[in-house]
């Protein structure tokens, strides 16, 4: 009752927050705006009534805008280490790169969405998802570098050729994400619709150990419980169980997850391929590395915000539903393992689709 | 025992948190400066002549490979090529510029005169965009916008005289430049929509908007 009476405004104002996004984020208000050359021109634009501009625009604005200073600033960093004192200049390339990729990042794409939908879907830990948006990083700045290297230095290929093969690396990304989505999905609902008689119990039980012992090794923890599960269970071994059970735990759930880095990574990062051919053309390609990785490490770490933030809330949902066991807690779960599965699936699929569609001109 | 109601908000809830942390991808790669003159004939705007300078980076990453004679210079020759592709593809892309008159679509023709060249590091694509038809110097609320709906290209104009019309020119024509969101055509894809919505409008983005008007104050 108390803890009811604590969190319902607060879940109150985030749901308002969140219904309130849209309208904070409508097109801006008129600005002063410093370009103006003369009197008539200012009264010959219409203009709409002003709004006061909302809080995400202006976030948004900043990072937009911070984007492309550091996206200067960086050109210049690459240069500054063949003139300036090596050291510094190469501390300065790290600093640039790794804020690239922290902010860059928090812009759309990256797979922050997808990997968050996942944890979200999956049942994942915190750890899980974190490891996940690091290796997802990892995959992507390696598959950038593989790219140049073998594009670049060994068949001298134009920069047409070049984007070619990102776009083809990202269309096949995008598939791979919905492939991966769908079988997420499946998974769900096979576990959604699977007879559930007299599991209950053990289910219930599972999940509440599960809880407390969570700070040991994961791994062997749910393989324990796997093993448990199926001893306590033998007459059940072909029944499929909701999400939260244990079976989730099982090696699975890592083939899953590998498999979604992989998806999400296999598409290499542009910024970290302007950057690599950036540095080829001033004969620096080390410089390109080390950037490369240091923007890794930033995108890796405002994704794995993003995605313990999802798994964040799941767990809070969960709790406010009435703990592990309780049945509005295994709804919860469940609706954030369709909805999530679902999402990975409708993300992967849209951007397959378009990354078919019409070549960018730039 | 907590309310059934607050358990299906915070389910919700969750579902929300992942929906707007969603979209999507896009987001700038490729910085643009445009400079812009407004060209007129026999009394009549009949269009415009850009120069759109790309940033170091894209610049490295469109050249690359193409300086076939291996002097160190990518000049015009060399980089003809690149120019149609580029022309080529931004036809599918109504060359991001976004002409109306008087709040209504105005029509552009086929890009013509282009070339593409390279200097200090930055390249630069010339052309000249006509309307279909042309405007008479007295029609009130011309104006054009530069942008990529989809914001894969940033799109920002030069810091000093971005838009200049061309010679001879009558002294009253004026050039200003305000922001106004969302002139342009709608969002074509899902994708698209879904950065869209990421970005909500937010001024870099859609650019801002030019006007011309020679009917003085």
Same mark, same amino acid.
């Given at each position: 009752?108390?803890?009811?009476?604590?969190?319902?405004?607060?879940?109150?104002?985030?749901?308002?927050?969140?219904?309130?996004?849209?309208?904070?984020?409508?097109?801006?208000?008129?600005?002063?705006?410093?370009?103006?050359?003369?009197?008539?021109?200012?009264?010959?634009?219409?203009?709409?009534?002003?709004?006061?501009?909302?809080?995400?625009?202006?976030?948004?604005?900043?990072?937009?805008?911070?984007?492309?200073?550091?996206?200067?600033?960086?050109?210049?960093?690459?240069?500054?280490?063949?003139?300036?004192?090596?050291?510094?200049?190469?501390?300065?390339?790290?600093?640039?790169?790794?804020?690239?990729?922290?902010?860059? &990042?928090?812009?759309?794409?990256?797979?922050?969405?997808?990997?968050?939908?996942?944890?979200?879907?999956?049942?994942?830990?915190?750890?899980?998802?974190?490891?996940?948006?690091?290796?997802? &990083?990892?995959?992507?700045?390696?598959?950038?570098?593989?790219?140049? &290297?073998?594009?670049?230095?060994?068949?001298?290929?134009?920069?047409?050729?070049?984007?070619?093969?990102?776009?083809?690396?990202?269309?096949?990304?995008?598939?791979?994400?919905?492939?991966?989505?769908?079988?997420?999905?499946?998974?769900?609902? @096979?576990?959604?619709?699977?007879?559930?008689?007299?599991?209950?119990?053990?289910?219930?039980?599972?999940?509440?150990?599960?809880?407390?012992?969570?700070?040991?090794?994961?791994?062997?923890?749910?393989?324990?419980?796997?093993?448990?599960?199926?001893?306590?269970?033998?007459?059940?071994?072909?029944?499929?169980?909701?999400?939260?059970?244990?079976?989730?735990?099982?090696?699975?759930?890592?083939?899953?997850?590998?498999?979604?880095?992989?998806?999400?990574?296999? @598409?290499?990062?542009?910024?970290?391929?302007?950057?690599?051919?950036?540095?080829?053309?001033?004969?620096?390609?080390?410089?390109?590395?080390?950037?490369?990785?240091?923007?890794?490490?930033?995108?890796?770490?405002?994704?794995?915000?993003?995605?313990?933030?999802?798994?964040?809330?799941?767990?809070?949902?969960?709790?406010?539903?009435?703990?592990?066991?309780?049945?509005?807690?295994?709804?919860?779960?469940?609706?954030?393992?369709?909805?999530?599965?679902?999402?990975?699936?409708?993300?992967?699929?849209?951007?397959?689709?378009?990354?078919?569609?019409?070549?960018?001109?730039? | 025992?907590?309310?059934?109601?607050?358990?299906?908000?915070?389910?919700?809830?969750?579902?929300?948190?992942?929906?707007?942390?969603?979209?999507?991808?896009?987001?700038?790669?490729?910085?643009?400066?445009?400079?812009?003159?407004?060209?007129?004939?026999?009394?009549?705007?009949?269009?415009?002549?850009?120069?759109?300078?790309?940033?170091?980076?894209?610049?490295?990453?469109?050249?690359?490979?193409?300086?076939?004679?291996?002097?160190?210079?990518?000049?015009?020759?060399?980089?003809?090529?690149?120019?149609?592709?580029?022309?080529?593809?931004?036809?599918?892309?109504?060359?991001?510029?976004?002409?109306?008159?008087?709040?209504?679509?105005?029509?552009?023709?086929?890009?013509?005169?282009?070339?593409?060249?390279?200097?200090?590091?930055?390249?630069?694509?010339?052309?000249?965009?006509?309307?279909?038809?042309?405007?008479?110097?007295?029609?009130?609320?011309?104006?054009?916008?530069?942008?990529?709906?989809?914001?894969?290209?940033?799109?920002?104009?030069?810091?000093?005289?971005?838009?200049?019309?061309?010679?001879?020119?009558?002294?009253?024509?004026?050039?200003?430049?305000?922001?106004?969101?969302?002139?342009?055509?709608?969002?074509?894809?899902?994708?698209?929509?879904?950065?869209?919505?990421?970005?909500?409008?937010?001024?870099?983005?859609?650019?801002?908007?030019?006007?011309?008007?020679?009917?003085?104050?």
């Amino acid at each position: 009752m108390t803890m009811a009476t604590l969190v319902r405004p607060f879940a109150l104002l985030i749901a308002l927050l969140l219904l309130a996004a849209p309208a904070l984020a409508q097109p801006p208000p008129p600005a002063k705006n410093p370009f103006a050359v003369g009197p008539a021109a200012e009264k010959s634009v219409a203009r709409p009534a002003a709004e006061p501009p909302g809080v995400l625009q202006r976030a948004g604005q900043w990072l937009l805008e911070k984007q492309a200073q550091i996206n200067r600033e960086l050109a210049g960093a690459v240069r500054r280490i063949k003139t300036a004192e090596p050291l510094s200049a190469t501390l300065m390339l790290a600093a640039l790169s790794f804020a690239y990729g922290v902010l860059h &990042a928090a812009g759309p794409g990256h797979g922050k969405a997808v990997i968050s939908s996942y944890v979200l879907a999956d049942g994942r830990t915190m750890r899980r998802g974190i490891l996940l948006a690091f290796l997802a &990083a990892l995959i992507q700045a390696l598959s950038a570098l593989v790219l140049v &290297a073998v594009l670049v230095l060994l068949f001298s290929a134009t920069g047409l050729q070049i984007r070619a093969m990102e776009a083809w690396l990202e269309t096949a990304s995008w598939g791979l994400v919905a492939v991966v989505g769908a079988w997420l999905l499946y998974y769900q609902l @096979r576990g959604a619709f699977a007879p559930a008689r007299g599991h209950d119990h053990a289910h219930h039980e599972h999940a509440h150990a599960h809880h407390h012992d969570h700070g040991a090794d994961a791994r062997e923890q749910h393989h324990h419980h796997h093993h448990g599960h199926h001893g306590a269970q033998d007459a059940c071994e072909a029944c499929a169980h909701l999400p939260s059970a244990a079976q989730l735990q099982g090696d699975w759930s890592w083939r899953r997850a590998l498999a979604l880095a992989f998806a999400v990574g296999v @598409r290499p990062c542009t910024g970290a391929i302007l950057v690599l051919v950036f540095a080829i053309g001033q004969g620096l390609l080390w410089a390109g590395v080390f950037s490369t990785f240091a923007m890794a490490l930033g995108t890796a770490i405002t994704v794995s915000a993003l995605a313990a933030s999802a798994v964040g809330f799941r767990e809070l949902a969960a709790r406010l539903a009435g703990g592990g066991g309780s049945k509005w807690a295994d709804r919860v779960q469940l609706a954030a393992g369709i909805g999530g599965a679902s999402l990975v699936l409708l993300l992967g699929a849209a951007f397959f689709v378009s990354s078919l569609g019409t070549a960018r001109p730039f | 025992m907590v309310n059934p109601r607050l358990r299906l908000l915070s389910a919700a809830l969750a579902m929300l948190v992942v929906g707007a942390a969603a979209p999507a991808s896009a987001h700038p790669h490729v910085w643009i400066v445009v400079e812009t003159t407004v060209l007129h004939e026999k009394g009549a705007f009949v269009g415009l002549r850009h120069k759109w300078s790309f940033d170091e980076f894209y610049t490295a990453m469109a050249i690359e490979g193409l300086d076939k004679n291996k002097d160190g210079k990518y000049d015009r020759e060399e980089l003809a090529e690149l120019a149609k592709v580029n022309i080529d593809g931004l036809k599918d892309f109504a060359f991001f510029t976004f002409p109306s008159l008087a709040n209504q679509e105005l029509k552009l023709g086929q890009a013509s005169d282009y070339w593409l060249e390279h200097a200090d590091g930055v390249m630069s694509l010339n052309f000249t965009l006509p309307f279909a038809s042309p405007v008479l110097m007295e029609a009130k609320g011309l104006s054009f916008q530069v942008y990529d709906p989809g914001y894969f290209i940033a799109f920002e104009l030069a810091k000093t005289d971005p838009v200049k019309l061309a010679p001879g020119t009558p002294p009253s024509c004026r050039i200003g430049v305000g922001e106004r969101a969302g002139q342009g055509r709608a969002p074509s894809a899902l994708a698209d929509s879904l950065s869209q919505q990421q970005l909500g409008g937010f001024a870099v983005g859609y650019g801002k908007a030019v006007s011309i008007d020679c009917n003085g104050p």
